[in-house]
Antibody, heavy 125, light 113 residues
Framework: QLQLQESGPGLVKSSETLSLTCTVSGGSISNDNSYWGWVRQAPGKGLEWIGDIYWRGHTYYNPSVKSRVSSSVDTSNNQFSLSLTSVTAADTAVYYC?????????????????WGQGTLVAVSS | DIVMTQSPDSLAVSLGERATINCKSSQSVLYSPNSKNYLAWYQQKPGQPPKLLFYWSSSRESGVPDRFSGSGSGTDFTLTISSLQAGDVAVYYCHQYYSRPWTFGQGTKVEIK
């Protein structure tokens, strides 16, 4: 059973960089049929997609954060990471890592089918 | 961006009664070459991550009770709980994976009346 677990600091100072890691277990991050993504949820709010990364390095980001976000894959540790620069209070949220199925025949990514438990990151002034 | 709008924002239903949640996309999420709607539904309980209920609008994820059903095509979709149970209290989200940026509805909170 595929499992994902987020890790990282729970508190980040305003204007600094938020860095999170997602550890994948029960499956390989190098699976050709998987894209690995980040979704966040501000307190009491809905879900916002941040970005996706493929193990070969292809990335896609939400234009709302594209200028501040980057992601990477560490295949040796079966992890992928998120970095969000110049954070403000608006970046305070629970950050989820998740997997989406990737159809290699069509080149399409599908729905998120596995999620981590989420980690709360608060931005302090 | 495809905007997903759910209605209502919240609803209270008696145990055993039907709950209906609507989701409307700002453009069609029906992919003509395969006739599939790129629309998923998630259930989120307090303190938990979203749980996949349906994909392709109406394909039930393994383990989801059959009192849940998903329907719709194009721009209009519905999630129905035929007989509400106490454990169904949650926020429900629709999600389009037709085009990036992937987007979600604002959520519908289901409570017991």
């Amino acid at each position: 059973q595929l499992q994902l677990q987020e890790s990282g600091p729970g508190l980040v100072k305003s204007s600094e960089t938020l860095s999170l890691t997602c550890t994948v277990s029960g499956g390989s991050i190098s699976n050709d049929n998987s894209y690995w993504g980040w979704v966040r949820q501000a307190p009491g709010k809905g879900l916002e997609w941040i970005g996706d990364i493929y193990w070969r390095g292809h990335t896609y980001y939400n234009p709302s954060v594209k200028s501040r976000v980057s992601s990477s894959v560490d295949t040796s540790n079966n992890q992928f990471s998120l970095s969000l620069t110049s954070v403000t209070a608006a970046d305070t949220a629970v950050y989820y890592c998740a997997r989406r199925y990737y159809d290699t025949l069509t080149g399409q990514t599908h729905y998120f089918d596995h999620w981590g438990q989420g980690t709360l990151v608060a931005v302090s002034s | 961006d495809i905007v997903m709008t759910q209605s209502p924002d919240s609803l209270a239903v008696s145990l055993g009664e039907r709950a209906t949640i609507n989701c409307k996309s700002s453009q069609s999420v029906l992919y003509s070459p395969n006739s599939k709607n790129y629309l998923a539904w998630y259930q989120q309980k307090p303190g938990q991550p979203p749980k996949l209920l349906f994909y392709w609008s109406s394909s039930r994820e393994s383990g989801v009770p059959d009192r849940f059903s998903g329907s719709g095509s194009g721009t209009d979709f519905t999630l129905t709980i035929s007989s509400l149970q106490a454990g169904d209290v949650a926020v429900y989200y629709c999600h389009q994976y037709y085009s990036r940026p992937w987007t979600f509805g604002q959520g519908t909170k289901v409570e017991i009346k």
